[in-house]
């Protein structure tokens, strides 16, 4: 029973580098988001996506992409890591935006 | 004003304490409410939904208040095991995306 798996768990980036986290869920939900959350403060929007196809702009999207290929995978690409970007990553998925959402375990991301 | 104000505590309470949060919004067309419960280093994860009529899970009571526009968390007799960040989530209706709060933590203690 996977539910949202997000790889890697960890990473450490040098400035300037980029990299893919990567999200992925089997249970068919339209709705997938990409927060991160750093030390004590709570989870901020960065990117969602309402559907295959269909991406849209969070709270704090600068410094990032994404794209919706199919209803599966919804990967967040960090172009030029910047220090600013170190945080925990959370990927979620829900069947409608007003119910229930299901994270990955996060990804916790270092960029020095 | 924020769209959702949680006290972040942390709340110290003693084991079989009874402790209460309240969650502050502000957009009035507010239509869904849940509480989450995170624990350290680890994902949010539903503890429940929140009801106008309110509702009950065991220790845990959630309540809603339209009028005043705010939900609590009510949590009987607190096992050690309740220590953790709890988030309040709305849903407005318009929007695509759930709005967290920052949480409150709580820390029970023998």
């Known amino acids: 029973n996977a539910g949202v798996t997000q790889t890697p768990k960890f990473r450490i980036l040098k400035i300037g580098q980029s990299m893919t986290l990567q999200c992925t869920q089997d249970?068919?939900?339209?709705?997938m988001y990409w927060y991160r959350q750093d030390p004590g403060m709570g989870l901020k929007l960065i990117y969602y996506?309402?559907?295959?196809?269909?991406?849209d702009k969070g709270e704090v999207p600068n410094g990032y992409n994404v794209s919706r290929s199919t209803t599966e995978d919804f990967p967040l690409r960090l172009e030029l890591a910047a220090p600013s970007q170190t945080s925990v990553y959370f990927c979620?998925?829900?069947?409608?935006?007003?119910?229930?959402?299901?994270f990955g375990q996060g990804t916790r991301l270092t960029v020095v | 004003r924020k769209e959702v104000e949680q006290d972040p505590g942390p709340f110290n309470v003693p084991e079989g304490a009874t402790v209460a949060f309240n969650c502050t919004y502000s957009?009035?067309?507010?239509?869904?409410f849940f509480w989450y419960r995170q624990d350290c280093r680890k994902e949010p994860k539903l503890l429940m939904s929140?009801?106008?009529s309110g509702n009950e899970d065991g220790r845990f009571t959630a309540q809603l208040n339209r009028a005043s526009q705010y939900i609590s968390l009510l949590i009987r007799d607190s096992k050690l095991s309740d220590s953790a960040t709890y988030l309040c989530?709305?849903?407005?209706?318009?929007?695509?995306?759930?709005?967290f709060g920052t949480g409150t933590r709580l820390q029970v203690t023998l």
């Open positions: 979620a998925s829900s069947p409608k935006v007003d119910t229930e959402a299901f």
């Open positions: 249970m068919n939900h339209n709705y």
């Open positions: 996506s309402v559907g295959a196809g269909i991406t």
């Open positions: 957009n009035s067309a507010s239509q869904s």
């Open positions: 929140v009801y106008s």
């Open positions: 989530v709305f849903h407005t209706g318009t929007a695509s995306k759930l709005t």
